[in-house]
């Protein structure tokens, strides 16, 4: 085992480093910047199908289904098609209205989740063509879809799920681009320069791991609280639920995550002194709204968790820690800012002595309902 951890603490961490690495080889081979070309066989095979798709609906459990909600920004954004996120336990029970014009996407990182495999059937049986997205190569999600592209993540051995969540929203990217490209719906120019960012967010995913050290200060901050919220808005706010998610997963500390703007419906009577709030505020996304929400918390002298966009000004000011990543265009800052709510959970875990690759009452994949 310690070898299979290649010198890392664990897995977790391990996994956490080696998502520049999982990026690109995701989108190895598919994504030709320089060509303008994006290249999956399970899209271009099916193709018609997706462009006459009236929806798509996404169906997953945990991590996956947060991919799925950052999915849902990006489809409808780029290429106009209206999209549903369910979670696939709930999806399955409740008689939902299927077509033949349904397009239905399946996110699982094991392939093996009993809820997603059995919402998956349904759809079939009701008619809709079922595409997957998993990690694992002949998984049983993997061969019940009509079609599918595979994140080449490596295996995921930490029960908290990291590389396969970049890895999810790296090939929903692709997919979203290669739509919004043959319909129209995004300009060439645009098209372009998103498939040169993309190319380069590895590259950008590694400069965020050298926060590593200052999150590991924040965490000695926050280790002992009992509470924590997290917030983003936009791309960001399916990026908040997977933070508190994670903290909650492998610390055992209650989090939640919100949309920043719905904090004033409920959250903001939790906000004093002794309540961290991690806010997601990239410069790009509704930035002047987040700097409000952040002046409420303040005034409520809650502390300030803030991952930002490097050189920003207004948030920090404001805030207690911050943390910078890198510009990017909105659509792709999750794979950047998911990086240092992971290292925080990781290392907040670690300091309370959680067992952090294997957590109490989780399993890595949920085979029954
Ligand atoms: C379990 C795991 C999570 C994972 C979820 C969905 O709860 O602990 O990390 O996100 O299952 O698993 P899947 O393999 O379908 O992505």
Redesign the pocket.
């Known amino acids: 085992e310690e070898i299979e951890k290649g010198g890392y603490d664990h897995f977790m961490l391990k996994e956490i480093y080696e998502q520049p690495r999982a990026i690109k080889d995701t989108y190895r081979g598919r994504l030709l910047a320089d060509q303008g070309i994006i290249r999956m066989a399970g899209i271009d095979q099916n193709l018609e199908k997706f462009l006459n798709a009236n929806r798509i609906i996404i169906v997953?459990?945990?991590?996956?289904?947060h991919a799925g909600l950052v999915a849902e920004y990006i489809f409808e954004d780029l290429a106009r098609i209206p999209v549903e996120v369910e979670y696939a336990s709930e999806f399955r029970y409740r008689n939902p209205v299927i077509t033949e014009n349904d397009i239905l996407i399946a996110?699982?990182?094991?392939?093996?989740?009993a809820d997603?495999l059995a919402a998956i059937k349904m759809a079939k049986e009701r008619g809709a063509f079922v595409f997957g997205v998993c990690?694992v190569v002949g998984s049983s999600?993997a061969r019940e879809t009509d079609a599918g592209a595979y994140t080449h993540a490596g295996p995921e051995i930490g029960?908290?799920?990291t590389k396969?969540f970049t890895t999810q929203i790296t090939v929903l990217t692709l997919i979203a681009l290669k739509l919004a490209k043959e319909k129209g719906t995004i300009e060439e120019s645009k098209y372009h320069e998103y498939l040169v960012e993309l190319e380069g967010i590895p590259a950008k995913v590694e400069r965020t791991l050298k926060t590593n050290p200052l999150i590991e200060e924040i965490a000695e901050v926050y280790k002992d609280s009992s509470n924590c919220l997290y917030l983003g808005r936009g791309y960001n706010f399916p990026v908040a639920l997977e933070g508190a998610l994670k903290l909650k997963?492998i610390s055992y500390i209650h989090a939640e995550g919100y949309p920043a703007a719905e904090m004033k419906h409920g959250p903001i009577a939790l906000i004093d002194e002794e309540m961290p709030v991690v806010v997601i505020a990239t410069r790009k996304g509704h930035y002047e709204k987040v700097v409000s929400n952040v002046q409420e918390i303040k005034s409520r002298s809650g502390k300030i968790i803030a991952v930002v966009t490097e050189g920003d000004q207004q948030v920090t000011d404001l805030a207690d820690h911050v943390v910078e990543v890198p510009e990017t265009s909105e659509t792709l800052t999750p794979l950047l800012t998911t990086i240092p709510l992971q290292l925080l959970s990781y290392h907040i875990a670690l300091m309370r002595g959680c067992n952090v690759d294997q957590p109490r009452n989780?399993?890595?994949?949920?085979t029954v309902e």
């Open positions: 997953a459990c945990g991590t996956s289904w996110i699982s990182q094991s392939g093996e989740t997603t990690n999600i029960v908290a799920s396969a997963e989780l399993a890595k994949s949920v």
